[in-house]
């Protein structure tokens, strides 16, 4: 008996397939990534450090010292929560679970990066005491939201006064 393809069964299966499909890509870019950003060092040749006669030492060879450089420069630590979210994104895609219906967590990430970014930057969590504690996105979230803090906690502390 041959099997008979429904204009419905087939759009389901390019769906399923498309799904499959993108999560073995974020998987693999999720691997790479953290292995870069694993083993990264602070002299490795990159587009943020230059040394004429250097060697690179990530394991992820010349393009993963660029990444893991561009990555700790723009977003310090906390650009391994965006590896785990990539890689939590992947793990639902290659279960067959519909991002749509964990929109939710989604949120949750975010806020997790944003208040990751904030707080590395505010307490100079950092090993290699440099730039990348909460990246140059954690120094410009905290200069842009100094006057709100400041104008805000002010009235709170007034209106406290106030009541006391």
Same mark, same amino acid.
């Given at each position: $008996? ?24 974020? /998987? &693999?870019? +999720? ?8 083993? =990264? @060092?602070?002299? *490795?040749?990159?587009?943020?450090? =230059?040394?004429?006669? /250097?060697? #690179?030492?990530?394991?992820?060879? #010349?393009?993963?010292?660029? &990444? ?6 723009? %977003?310090?630590?906390?650009? %391994? ?15 067959? =679970?519909? &991002?749509?219906?964990?929109? *939710? ?16 930057? &505010?307490? @100079?969590?950092?090993? /290699?005491?440099? $730039? ?6 954690? +120094? ?9 803090? *400041? #104008? @805000?906690? $002010?009235?709170? %502390? ?5 009541? /006391?």
């Amino acid at each position: $008996m041959k099997r008979v393809f429904t204009r419905a069964s087939k759009s389901s299966f390019k769906k399923k397939y498309k799904q499959l499909l993108s999560g073995i890509v974020s /998987a &693999i870019v +999720t691997i790479y990534w953290g292995v870069a950003l694993l083993s =990264y @060092h602070v002299t *490795d040749p990159s587009l943020f450090y =230059y040394a004429p006669q /250097a060697i #690179v030492r990530n394991s992820a060879g #010349v393009w993963g010292a660029h &990444i893991a450089a561009g990555s700790f420069y723009f %977003f310090g630590y906390a650009v %391994f929560v965006l590896v785990f979210f990539l890689g939590w994104t992947s793990y639902l895609l290659l279960r067959n =679970y519909r &991002i749509k219906q964990e929109i *939710d967590r989604c949120i949750a990430f975010l806020f997790l990066f944003v208040t990751s970014l904030l707080l590395l930057h &505010i307490y @100079h969590i950092d090993r /290699a005491h440099g $730039m990348l504690c909460g990246g140059v996105c954690g +120094t410009w979230l905290w200069h842009k939201l100094i006057p709100v803090i *400041d #104008v @805000h906690m $002010m009235k709170w %502390f007034l209106l406290a006064l106030w009541i /006391a």
